[in-house]
Every structure is written in C-alpha cells, then in structure tokens.
C-alpha cells in the first residue's frame, strides 16, 4: 500500500496524535488546468456565431487587396504560398486564383470543414497551430491576413510563430503580415456598439488595458445566454520589427490596402513585407 501511494504522489507520516497526509504533485502537472483552458480564440472561432458577427467582411476588397500584392510582389505563377491562419480560406481562394499553389492552415477546425469544401489540385486546407513549423522549406510566400496575429497570452507565442514562418519559407522568401494599425484603433475606440445579425442581437465592448485590446460580446440566442471575448495584442511597427530583426529583412511597410505609405497616426492598417534571412 505504501509503495502504490508513492506512486501515485500520495505519503504519510504519523505522529502520536494524528496522521498527515501530503500530497506532491509532479511539477508537470502544475499547470494542468491553464493548459486544459482552450484558449479564447480556438473556442470563439469555432463558433457559427463568430461568422454570423463577421459576415460583413468585405471579400471584394480582400481580393482586389490580394491582386495587388501579387502584382507588387511579381509572383510567378506556380510559386508555392501558404495562407496562415486562412478562416473559411478566402485570401487563399484569391491566391490561388491568380496562379499560386496554395495551402491554408486554421486552428478552427469547423472553418477548415467549411474550406476544404473548396478544394482541388493545387489549393489544400488543414488544421494546424500557428506556432508550430507545418513543413519545412515549402514555401516562398507566407500570408498572415486580416489581424491574425497577437491572439496569444505569451509574447513569446508571437517569436514562436515567427520562428515556425522562417522555417517553412525557401530560402530568400517573403513574409506578409496585414495588421491592424494600433494606433488607430486605440484612439477611435468604440467603447459599446450594438448589431442585429440573423435575428441575434450582439452587444458588443471595447477596452484597452495598456497592453491588449478586448471586444467582449455578449448575446442570448435560443434562451441561451453566450459570453466571448476577443484579446489582441496591441502590437507596433517597432514591436513587429524587434520580432522579426534576427531573420528578416524588412523591405516595406504600407497602411492600407491599395499599398499606400504607412502614418502611424492615419493609416487604417500596418502591412509589413519581409524577406527571410539566408
């Protein structure tokens, strides 16, 4: 009995009055429950709800936007790109329409559903976390699009990813990141907003704490209450440029989507364009 218990992390002592029991816990064990948490976006993603809230994207604007980074690029037909953190796969559906070889990688796995409805010879959807290398040397062009990126708790998640990036690109690739300008969404914070969707009424609010910028929604749909929250890392071009100093090279940043120059205090959005370091 005694020997089971030392197995199972459980001992005892005895004194003349009573007895102690200790219980050891193996240091991996620690920090069991913050990992079992899933993390807010892998739980808000895969939700039809968060497409209800965002159907108003505007899939004209992201294909006339990825058309001219193409074009400004001077990708060749049949280069290989991968679109990361892809959703339902609509920038990669474009790239792929101006001639790429495309994969896209989500760690929804209800959007990946969805986009693999999408696929044939040359476009090819998969489940995969960010943070982890998916193949190494695969592909000359990366796509990080429309604020996917900061999600995460960790600073050191965002290096992760940018690590995992270097080793899938060739050598020489290039890296896009399209990111919201935090300067601007600071400043023109809308502190409560409400939208009607399908019959459902989202309430929506908005912080920023110094550090991350929340939206929590809150809405009730078949008598069910649902609370989410969106967390995003305000990052800068200083931020993003620490990040990727020691294997990029960055070659330009643009502000909006007809590749205007970037103003931090007036651009809508922060694109930044890297070349991977040999």
Known sequence: ??????????????????????????????????????????????TSYYHILYQHRDDNEASIFIGKLVRFLNISKGANALDLACGKGRHAVTLNDCGLNVVGLDLSASSIASAKKMEKPGLHFDVHDMRKCYQKNAFDYIFNLFTSFGYFEETQDNQNVINAVYQMLTKNGILVIDFMNANQVIK????????????????????????????????????????????????FLEDFKELLSEKFDLLNVFGDYDLNEYHPEKSPRLIIIARSKN
């Open 1 to 46: 009995r005694e020997n089971q218990q030392k197995k199972e992390g459980v001992s005892t002592f005895r004194t003349p009055s009573s007895i102690f029991l200790i219980i050891i816990f193996a240091p991996h064990l620690k920090n069991m429950n913050k990992r079992a948490k899933k993390e807010w976006f892998a739980s808000w993603f895969d």
């Open 188 to 235: 023109n914070l809308v502190n409560k907003e409400v939208k009607t969707l399908n019959g459902i009424t989202f309430n929506l609010s908005r912080e920023f704490d110094g550090k991350h910028i929340y939206k929590h929604i809150n809405f009730q749909d078949n008598s069910i209450i649902h609370n989410y929250t969106e967390r995003v890392q305000a990052l």
